[in-house]
């Protein structure tokens, strides 16, 4: 406590001796440039030059910042603001003078006055009598209650201005965005293309085989002679048939759960955890309502996370739970299994894109020998 | 006839086990994928691989790229490539080198046994056998052609069928006429593509390179 008083006191000594320094360095630039105004090469030079003697300044005022108010040392900001800052600290830093001074004169009076009695002398004729020096006690504690509470407020002020100094401007944080939006844009058409594709798959290498294989039974029972056997090929492909629906029916579903529109995001979820061949636990904690494009991400997560520890994970038990708090919900799929997913996945790698695309953030904890956590962060509402 | 099977979907790879057996067919090795298949054909010669095109580890185009490792180590082993598509691209290339004793015919030709079948005897006798739908594709891309735009449209589907490897004389089953009657044609277009020069069977399965245009 008493350090971080020293540093703050520190802090202010300095910036408020810095304060003749930038005062002279402005003056003598803003009247360099403005007297080379007649000669616009000379008068770039200077101005090129004054610009770097700026930044130097604003550079030093930064590491002020932060060695004695605990600041973060601003990195990239425009000349521009680097001008107004410095103008600003000015005031602040005689602000912080200011308190100094009454700090240092407050400390004075009080050390001659006690020095002067203890030799046994008079200062300005005043004995010191009981009720004098309660006086004194009193406006001592009362001036160094409102030294301290100025201290605080100076290095908060400048703490503020550095804050401002370092913040993104409008235009940096326009052109962050749009890189982050172009890059979650491209990213959700390589899922959606990473999606149809397992589509394809799906309905080439499962439904169309089963036909296939469907049409072979029916050919080979046309080209049958003994009624027995056509009967028992016809039988066969009358089977096949059933399967070839099954395995439509679940394509169809893998494309899209259509529980999700008509029973909403808990009706979807207990099938998947119905179709599971683990058990899957069930916690959803969501109040409110959710809108659709978050409901079937929060879908796809649990759906592609359970069927991963179903597949590779080993586990006895999946964990599904969600909850909302301040704008963000949280989704974790845990199982108890042997760990050592891959995030970079493409089944993950496709959850984490779809999540992105919402502005939300995707772990995967799955450390070897286990267990994995899939954990999803949305903004919501 | 000698049949080495390649297709990685059990349930095919059975259910085309079983019909080639009922058909009197000896089916001498069933394998999914493309080393195992070069292996087996290495191992037995058959008269005839049947190979599906997609098969893993990738799932694209091995099946096809061991089809035409086959024919370049074994030419005497005929390969019937089968499809989930048409891709212009696998006709022209099994047929770039040597043209016979190939098919490539769409996966859903199987359920058609008979047709399937007579592929399988086509390309292990040294013909060719290709899908009709195959052929509608690669004509259809190529009508604007010169020579093609001299045929009459009766040569035509003599052509298409020549292209899809039957004979005169299954020619003229299907199209219901005679056999001369087909021969007409038949030299009819050899004459319109230039081709009377040539002889034997190499001229037909030329009428139909020329006809794809490769």
Not at chain 1, 59 to 77: K, Q, S, V
Not at chain 2, 101 to 118: C, H, I, M, P, S
Not at chain 2, 155 to 169: I, P
């Amino acid at each position: 406590m008493p350090l971080r008083w020293a540093r703050m006191v520190a802090g202010l000594l300095l910036g408020c001796l810095s304060v003749p320094v930038e005062v002279g360095y402005l003056v003598a630039a803003g009247l360099c440039v403005a007297a080379l105004s007649g000669w616009p090469a000379a008068r770039r030079t200077a101005v090129r030059g004054s610009r770097s003697g700026l930044r130097g300044l604003t550079g030093f005022e930064g590491w002020r910042m932060a060695t004695f108010f605990g600041e973060p040392t601003p990195r990239e900001y425009p000349d521009r603001r680097a001008l107004g800052f410095l103008s600003l600290r000015l005031m602040t830093g005689l602000l912080g003078g200011a308190v100094l001074a009454l700090l240092g004169y407050g400390a004075r009076t009080v050390a001659l006055a006690v020095w002067v009695w203890l030799h046994g002398g008079r200062p300005d004729g005043i004995a010191p009598r009981g009720w004098i020096v309660a006086y004194l006690v009193v406006a001592c504690a009362v001036l160094a209650f409102l030294v301290l509470q100025g201290i605080h407020a100076v290095a908060n002020l400048e703490r503020r201005l550095g804050r401002w100094l370092a913040a993104p401007n409008e235009r940096e944080a326009f052109r962050r965005r749009i890189s982050e939006l172009a890059a979650t844009r491209a990213d959700v058409v390589a899922a959606i293309d990473d999606e149809r594709r397992r589509i394809e798959r799906d309905l080439h290498d499962g439904v169309q085989q089963r036909l296939v294989a469907l049409g072979m039974l029916l050919g080979r029972a046309r080209r049958a002679q003994q009624p027995e056997r056509i009967d028992a090929l016809i039988r066969q492909a009358h089977d096949e048939s059933q399967r070839a629906l099954e395995e439509l029916r679940e394509v169809a579903w893998r494309v899209y759960p259509t529980t999700l529109d008509n029973g909403g995001l808990p009706a979807a979820l207990e099938t998947v955890a119905e179709r599971s061949a683990l058990p899957v636990r069930i916690d959803l904690d969501l109040p409110g309502a959710l809108d659709r494009a978050t409901a079937t991400v929060i879908y796809f997560i649990v759906c592609e996370s359970v069927t991963n520890a179903v597949k590779h994970s080993a586990a006895r038990q999946v964990t599904v739970q969600a909850t909302r708090a301040a704008g963000v919900i949280e989704v974790r799929v845990s199982d108890d299994g042997v760990g050592g997913a891959d995030p970079a996945g493409g089944g993950l790698t496709g959850l984490a894109r779809r999540v992105a695309a919402l502005d939300g953030r995707l772990r995967v904890d799955s450390p070897a020998g286990g267990p994995t956590s899939v954990i999803a962060e949305l903004p919501c509402g | 006839m000698r049949v080495t099977l390649a297709e990685d979907s059990t349930l095919l790879r059975e259910g085309l086990v079983r019909l080639l057996a009922e058909e009197g067919h000896e089916v001498v090795a069933a394998v999914a994928d493309g080393s195992a298949l070069l292996a087996a054909v290495d191992a037995d010669r058959p008269d005839v691989a049947v190979i599906d095109v997609r098969m893993p580890p990738t799932h694209t185009d091995e099946g096809l790229r061991a089809a035409l490792e086959i024919r370049r180590r074994w030419p005497s082993v005929g390969v019937l490539v089968l499809s989930q598509y048409v891709e212009r691209r696998y006709a022209t290339e099994l047929l770039s080198s040597d043209p016979t004793g190939v098919g490539y015919l769409l996966k859903d030709r199987v359920a058609q046994v008979g047709e399937f079948l007579d592929a399988i005897s086509r390309v292990g006798d040294g013909g060719a056998a290709f899908d009709p739908e195959v052929v509608r594709q690669l004509i259809s891309r190529t009508s604007h052609h010169d020579p093609l735009n001299r045929l009459t449209a009766r040569e035509r589907e003599v052509l298409a069928r020549m292209a899809q490897g039957h004979t005169n004389a299954g020619i003229a089953g299907q199209l219901h006429v005679s056999q001369s009657a087909v021969e007409k044609h038949v030299n009819a277009i050899f004459d319109k593509l230039d081709l009377t020069h040539t002889t034997g069977y190499s001229r037909r399965v030329l009428a139909v390179l020329r006809y794809i245009g490769s």
